[in-house]
């Protein structure tokens, strides 16, 4: 039974954090044995794996209060995530991020036909709260994974129910109240598990709402103030002053999560799972259009995502068996439905244009395992994925309430279909060394089919289909049972999909995208090294370099339609543009950190990341730098911990980036950049002191609390529109039964 006072606090206190940044553990366990699942989709020992894989400890990172899964992946302190508005946040993997880098939930991907090359958002659709356990594995996955595997692979693997040990039924439920000042945040969680012997379910809901968020007072970057914004008075666009600069007017929002999961046991060796999960947003204000401006007029009156929302239907098939094919099968059949919607108007224009796309995925894995020995092991299955894009747009009158069609973002009833095969062969050739290599083919076929009522495309349908093969092979030495040194060279690929090949959009102001059917796949070629040392359990260290080479890779370059390079869009005159097979990137890198436990009871960690890259930019001949290379990061941070209390005082720290170091895309948006003495946009370096307590009242109640930001520092992170919170107070309150 919950004891009184825990009652008491959850009626008193609702707290929360919005740390976005802090990092959770480190690359290296306590024992170097340590079980992970993403790999090869089944269980491995940690020091058996090439790869270089962040697990995230679920237990530590829910006393961090992440408010997104973007904010969950930040906190390892290995992944740089970017955020367009506050409802965003788009990870940046080695130098990768969008659509070259993969999102994976219960085994299933999200990434679908029209996930972008620009800073994509569909990560926040999945519940930090209802996360058991997450990895994060650097470098191409594409062996496993398939397309977009290029920077890395983010695997979530959501509750699973639990079935009773005993005659009576199995009840567990857990409840969470959060808030926190900086953006004023609301968020209410809860989740129960029924298990019986051959029965169990699990529920769980989360509902947040965030509101407007408040900036540091101190950094003395006054150009990021939101000194006006654009409210509709007597039927007219009006300018109106900000009575508070510091808070970031028109960037709040809401969402709801929920999952429902089934599980049966009929016998012993098989397992039969349904999910249904569902994640939807309210209107999100997309901030970075917000803030653009013509000298100090708004450019937009309004700017927003409808409803993000997520559905998946999933039903899983798992077999354990001794025979000649395999020892475990497992099939995932899952059907995903995707809504989402770009809603903008002009300052002073009466039309409110309104993009709504709508995604079906079918898709089925068959994933099997099969140990040839008991040194080898080796790991197959096959993929199918089906989308199909749906496209549709109007303008609204907002003075008349009349409507009319215009031109989609992408061609409506348009297809993607991906077909992959893969093997995988692991094999400890001695106590001390470990082979791991694997090959995959994957064929892909697109359809599309254009409407020519707005834009006299040269084409009316295209039709791309094509083939890609991948491999990788990697080594595990382990001199000794503190030390392991992984060593892996592997490939990967991403096919065009329906965004790359059919998008017309407006990339920024004055340029507008339109279709190139002329796309083939894009390849990357990885190398990377890792050393890692656990000398009993009191120091703990890694560190990996990589290099990664891009080929054949798809960029947004000059274009011309129908023989012009500048057409009449959206009411202005833009320059032509499309993607391109023209260039190639090359991404190098250090990643490094340790832990050190060097009194009873307290630990020093550090981590710290070192990663650029160029691409070749043939409009100049010359090589300019990679978009989504961050600046150097890092992080240190004392922690005492006991059975009750836990306290944490961490330093975050991000670098400059020049205005010379800026890719040319971002230079072209020098409204969420500083101005440096020259008046060149660019990236200041900043920090953030943070402290955290936790404290256990009992096995049932938890406390935490906390101040981020000490310093009141007002800072926007790379390539971000958003500015960061300040000072913020959290604290939230977790129960448990």
């Known amino acids: 039974m919950i004891r009184p006072r825990c009652l008491v606090a959850i009626g008193v206190l609702a707290f929360g954090t919005v740390n976005a940044q802090k990092p959770v553990k480190d690359t290296i366990s306590a024992n170097l044995e340590e079980v ?61 991020s969008a659509n070259r880098v993969l999102l994976v939930v219960d085994g299933v991907r999200m990434n679908n036909a029209i996930y972008r090359s620009g ?110 914004y ?52 309210g209107n999100i204000p997309r901030y970075d259009r917000l803030i653009e401006a013509a000298g100090s007029v708004p450019i937009y009156a309004e700017w927003y995502y409808g409803p993000q929302v997520w559905k998946m239907q999933q039903l899983q ?29 002009r300052l002073n224009n009466a039309k ?46 907002i003075n008349n309430g009349s409507d009319e069609r215009t031109s989609t973002r992408y061609p409506d009833k348009s297809s993607m279909t991906t077909v992959g095969f893969y093997g995988s062969y692991k094999n400890n050739l001695g106590k001390k060394l470990t082979l791991a290599t694997g090959i995959r083919y994957s064929y892909a076929s697109l359809t599309a089919s254009f409407d020519t009522t707005f834009f006299k495309f040269p084409f009316t349908k295209t039709e791309i289909r094509g083939g890609a093969f991948t491999g990788n092979v990697g080594l595990v030495f382990r001199p000794h049972e503190t030390w392991q040194v992984n060593a892996n060279i592997s490939t990967g690929y991403r096919v065009p999909n329906i965004d790359d090949v059919g998008k017309v959009f407006d990339s920024e102001p004055g340029n507008v995208v339109v279709p190139n059917t002329n796309l083939t796949p894009e390849y990357v070629y990885n190398v990377d090294l890792g050393i890692s040392e656990n000398i009993h359990n009191r120091f703990k260290f890694d560190i990996t370099v990589f ?28 320059k032509v543009q499309a993607l391109q097979n023209v260039a190639h990137a090359s991404v190098w890198g250090l ?20 990663i650029n890259g160029s691409e070749t930019d043939d409009t100049k001949d010359e090589e300019v730098p990679l978009r989504h290379a961050p600046p150097f990061y890092g992080s240190s941070f004392i922690k005492y911990q006991n059975q ?40 200041p370096s900043w920090y953030t002191l943070n402290v955290k307590g936790s404290y256990r009242l009992n096995t049932h109640c938890t406390i935490n609390t906390g101040l981020e930001n000490i310093t009141n520092q007002r800072y926007r992170p790379y390539s971000s529109a958003i500015v960061a919170p300040g000072l913020n107070f959290i604290a939230s309150v977790h129960v448990s039964l």
């Open 644 to 683: 009750k209390w836990m306290l944490e005082f961490d330093l975050l720290h991000n670098a400059e980036v020049s205005s010379k170091d800026l890719a040319p895309s971002e230079q072209a948006k020098p409204f969420i950049y500083a101005s440096d003495p020259e008046g060149k946009p660019y990236s």
């Open 230 to 281: 654009v409210e509709r008075i007597n039927n007219r666009d009006s300018a109106v002053a900000n009575p508070d600069p510091y808070v970031q007017k028109q960037s709040g929002y809401n969402q709801v999560n929920a999952l429902a999961k089934i599980k049966f046991k009929p016998r012993e060796n098989f397992d039969v799972v349904f999910a249904t999960h569902y994640s939807g947003t």
């Open 119 to 228: 800073n994509l958002q569909n990560v926040i659709s999945i519940d930090p709260l209802s996360v058991q356990n997450a990895e994060v594995i650097f470098g191409p996955g594409s062996i496993i994974y398939g397309s977009d595997a290029i920077g890395g692979v983010m695997d979530f693997h959501t509750f699973e129910p639990v079935f009773s040990t005993k005659d009576k039924l199995l009840i567990k439920a857990n409840g969470l109240k959060r808030y926190s000042s900086a953006n004023n945040e609301q968020t209410q969680h809860v989740d129960v598990n029924l298990g019986g012997k051959k029965w169990a379910f699990l529920g769980s809901a989360t509902y947040s709402n965030f509101q407007d968020v408040r900036m540091g007072r101190n950094g003395g970057q006054d150009s990021y103030f939101r000194n006006h």
């Open 36 to 96: 992970i699942v993403s790999v090869s989709r089944w269980e491995q020992k940690m020091n058996e794996i090439p790869n270089t894989i962040v697990r995230v400890d679920m237990k530590e990172a829910r006393l961090q209060n992440p408010q997104t899964s973007a904010d969950l992946l930040s906190m390892t302190g290995q992944v740089f995530v970017q955020k367009s508005q506050l409802g965003g946040g788009s990870p940046m993997i080695r130098g990768f």
């Open 547 to 574: 290099y990664t080479y891009l080929d054949n890779a798809i960029v947004r370059r000059p274009f011309t339609f129908n023989g012009r390079d500048s057409i009449l869009y959206e009411g202005s005159v833009s």
């Open 352 to 397: 409110l244009r309104t993009q709504t796309e709508k995604v079906k995925v079918y898709s089925a894995n068959l994933d099997l395992s099969r140990a040839l020995s008991d040194k080898s092991e080796l790991f197959y299955g096959v993929e199918y994925v089906f989308n199909k894009v749906g496209s549709a747009a109007t303008r609204l009158n």
């Open 317 to 345: 098939l798992l077999h354990h068996r001794t025979g000649s094919l395999f020892d475990e099968a497992k099939l995932v059949l899952a059907y995903q439905d995707y809504k989402e919607s770009r809603h903008d108007r």
């Open 591 to 610: 990643q490094t950190g340790y832990e050190w436990f060097f009194a009873k009871n307290l630990s020093w960690k550090l981590r710290a990341n070192w």
